[in-house]
Nanobody, 127 residues
């Protein structure tokens, strides 16, 4: 069965960096669009970034452009989210997700397009 497992969350001071990992089993991540999403208490889930299958084309939310970078390691079947210059408003539970459709060259940060989800990992940036 398909399983996505996030890791790498924790407590980071403002201005610091953190790298989140999304390790997959039962699915080859390189063949699917992959997204990162986050949800803070009392707020709606927000699309953060995505990476397309095969080509590696990416999209980012305006709130993280220039600070976050999404990437994949095909050999490890893992997608990463490098987060730099972290701010208190980045505090949230971060989720990775995969679209079941095998579609190349395009991805979105719209949550309803994704089918498989991880359990989430907490990122806390105190103020």
């Amino acid at each position: 069965q398909v399983q996505l497992v996030e890791s790498g969350g924790g407590l980071v001071q403002p201005g610091g960096s953190l790298r989140l990992s999304c390790a997959a089993s039962g699915i080859t991540l390189d063949n699917h669009p992959i997204g990162w999403f986050r949800q803070a208490p009392g707020k709606e889930r927000e699309g953060v970034s995505c990476i397309a299958a095969n080509s590696g084309s990416t999209n980012y939310a305006d709130s993280v452009k220039g600070r976050f970078i999404i990437s994949r390691d095909k050999s490890k079947n893992t997608v990463y989210l490098q987060m730099n210059s972290l701010k208190p408003e980045d505090t949230a539970v971060y989720y990775c997700a995969a679209d079941q459709l095998v579609i190349p060259n395009i991805c979105s940060i719209r949550a309803y397009e994704y089918d498989y989800w991880g359990q989430g990992t907490q990122v806390t940036v105190p103020s």
